[in-house]
């Protein structure tokens, strides 16, 4: 994706986003953690710097924003409990308890410090 926005901006141009990325310096049992607890891939795509880079983009700018993701994830897991029974009922029982283990995951990741979320802005150089 960050190679398609490099293709569309003009030199100077700015691409904005959140990634979900793992902090730099884990052992390889952590990268392993992370990927099982994680969104796909997190652990193999590499840092947000390195993507961008790759993509021929520089980033200007990157904010953590672990702490509000971590809020909106055990927010997004409360709201999915107390509205189980309704969730249930549109979305079916296997795609109701995938979320859900999904939402556990993410926030146990987050928890043991092993997945991080970022606001970041790049360039094109």
């Known amino acids: 994706m960050l190679r398609e926005c490099n293709r569309v901006l003009k030199l100077g141009g700015s691409v904005a986003g959140y990634v979900i990325h793992v902090p730099v310096g884990l052992t ?12 796909p891939d997190v652990a193999a795509s590499g840092s947000p710097e390195v993507l961008a880079q790759t993509a021929g983009l520089t980033i200007v ?16 897991s409360a709201a999915r409990r107390d509205l189980e029974n309704e969730l249930r009922a549109d979305e079916g029982d296997d795609f109701y ?11 146990l990741g987050i928890d043991e410090g092993i997945l991080c979320r970022s606001l970041v802005v790049a360039n094109k150089r």
Request: glycine share 6%.
């Open 28 to 39: 390889e049992a952590q990268e392993r953690r992370a990927a099982d607890l994680g969104p």
């Open 97 to 107: 308890e995938e979320e859900r283990r999904k939402k556990s995951a993410m926030l």
């Open 61 to 76: 700018l990157r904010e953590d924003v672990t702490g509000a993701f971590r809020s909106t994830c055990a927010a997004l």
